[in-house]
């Protein structure tokens, strides 16, 4: 069963997407701010990871970077997504080793799409 870590400040997004998550069959952590995040990533091994970018204690982008620093692109994927259309931001996540950036609010069919991409894409 794949493992998810969400970190999400946002308590009913993180809410609704834990929920499509565990619906779909995965297990499901998640952090409230980049901080905890980054301990909770230092802590377990995790198949995919999805931040927010705008977070309490550190970025979502401090996340991308500090996750890169300890494991490699193949061990865990790293999903970014913001209410942010910025190029900037979409270039500066993948820049620092995210996978993928969906723009919030996503619709539920396309975030599960890039979960199941970005989880068994290396299967297939």
């Given at each position: 069963m794949k493992e998810i870590l969400l970190v999400e400040d946002d308590a009913l997004y993180s809410k609704i997407l834990s929920y499509m998550l565990e619906n779909s069959g995965f297990i499901v952590?998640?952090?409230?701010?980049?901080?905890?995040?980054?301990?909770?990533?230092d802590a377990k091994k995790y198949?995919?990871?999805i931040t927010d970018i705008f977070m309490p204690l550190a970025?979502?982008?401090?996340?991308v970077s500090h996750v890169r620093t300890r494991c490699a692109v193949d061990d865990c994927k790293v999903l970014v997504m913001s209410i942010m259309s910025s190029d900037y931001y979409w270039s500066e996540s993948i820049a620092r080793g995210a996978n993928d950036y969906l723009k919030k609010p996503v619709k539920a069919k396309d975030f599960m799409q890039t979960v199941k991409r970005l989880l068994y894409a290396a299967a297939a």
């Open positions: 952590d998640c952090a409230s701010n980049g901080m905890q995040g980054m301990e909770m990533a198949d995919l990871i970025s979502g982008l401090d996340l």
